[in-house]
C-alpha cells in the first residue's frame, strides 16, 4: 500500500511538473497553480459545503490585500527588448520561449548599481493567454469547472472559476494567493466564497494535502527558475503584484 501510494504521489507530482514547465515560464505560476487547486477540490465548494466539511471562515476575502504596500518596480536603465529566452526549470525541464507571445514588456539592461537586470511584466490578460496557450485548465472548462479567471490585487490574486458542486448547481469560487515577505514565493491565503475566505486548512486531509502539494510544487519550480535573454542568465529576484498587472524581477 505504502509502494502504491508513493507511486500515485510521483505520478500526480509529474503531470503537475508537465503542466507547469508549460505555464510557469516566468509569469503563468499563479494561475496554474491557482486552477490546480480548484480543479483538484472543486466537488466540496459552496459556503455550506466548506462549513459542514470543516473549514472555517477567516473573515472577508479583501481583508487578505488590505494596506499592502506595493514596492517601487526596479528601473532597468538601458533597456534592450528580447524576443526569446531560454528558461531552465532544474528538474522540471525547460525549452526556448517567444517573449513577444507572453508578456506585454520584458526588457533587460543594468540595474541602478550597474547589475544585469531583466524585467518583465504580465497583464491578468497575458497570463490567462499563457495558461490557455499551455494547458487545457485555462481553455473554457468542462462539466466540473468552467470560466476560469484571474483577478490580480495588491501583493497577490484571487484565481476564479465556476465549480459544478454535486451535479446541481455552480459555484463561482476562488483560491486566494499573496505573496510572502520575500516577495519570491506565493502562499494560498484561503478559499473564497462570495467575499467569504474560508481555511483550506481545516478541510478534509485528502483535499488540504493536496493543495499543499500542489502549491509546494509551484513554488520549487520557481526557485529552480533560471533564465537566459540577450546572453546573461538571471535567477527570480522578487515578483511585484498590483491591481494591474505582475511584474518578474529577474538579476
Not at 18 to 47: H, R
Request: aromatic share 6%; charged share 15%.
Amino acid at each position: 500500500m505504502r509502494q502504491t501510494h508513493i507511486h500515485r504521489y510521483n505520478a500526480r507530482r509529474t503531470n503537475y511538473a508537465q503542466l507547469g514547465c508549460g505555464c510557469l515560464l516566468i509569469g503563468g505560476f499563479a494561475a496554474l497553480v491557482g486552477f490546480l487547486v480548484l480543479y483538484a477540490i472543486w466537488p466540496n465548494l459552496t459556503g455550506a459545503a466548506v462549513q459542514l466539511a470543516g473549514a472555517n471562515r477567516l473573515g472577508e476575502t479583501s481583508s487578505v490585500f488590505q494596506n499592502v504596500s506595493i514596492p517601487p518596480t526596479a528601473v532597468v536603465q538601458n533597456p534592450t527588448s528580447q524576443q526569446q529566452a531560454t528558461v531552465n526549470l532544474g528538474q522540471y525541464g525547460g525549452g526556448t520561449i517567444n517573449l513577444d507571445e507572453i508578456a506585454s514588456d520584458f526588457v533587460t539592461g543594468s540595474s541602478e548599481t550597474g547589475q544585469p537586470i531583466a524585467r518583465a511584466s504580465f497583464t491578468e490578460s497575458d497570463l490567462m493567454a499563457i495558461c490557455a496557450q499551455r494547458s487545457t485548465i485555462c481553455q473554457g472548462g468542462n462539466n466540473q469547472y468552467r470560466n476560469p479567471a484571474i483577478d490580480l490585487r495588491p501583493g497577490g490574486a484571487i484565481i476564479y472559476a465556476d465549480v459544478n458542486v454535486g451535479g446541481l448547481a455552480w459555484q463561482r469560487v476562488g483560491v486566494v494567493m499573496r505573496l510572502d515577505n520575500s516577495r519570491t514565493y506565493l502562499q494560498v491565503a484561503g478559499i473564497d466564497i462570495n467575499g467569504g475566505l474560508y481555511d483550506y486548512t481545516t478541510l478534509p486531509p485528502e483535499i488540504s494535502a493536496r493543495v499543499d502539494e500542489i502549491a509546494t510544487l509551484g513554488n520549487d519550480v520557481l526557485r529552480q527558475m533560471a533564465v537566459q535573454a540577450g546572453g546573461t542568465n538571471y535567477s527570480l529576484s522578487e515578483i511585484i503584484i498590483d491591481d494591474t498587472k505582475l511584474t518578474v524581477i529577474l538579476q
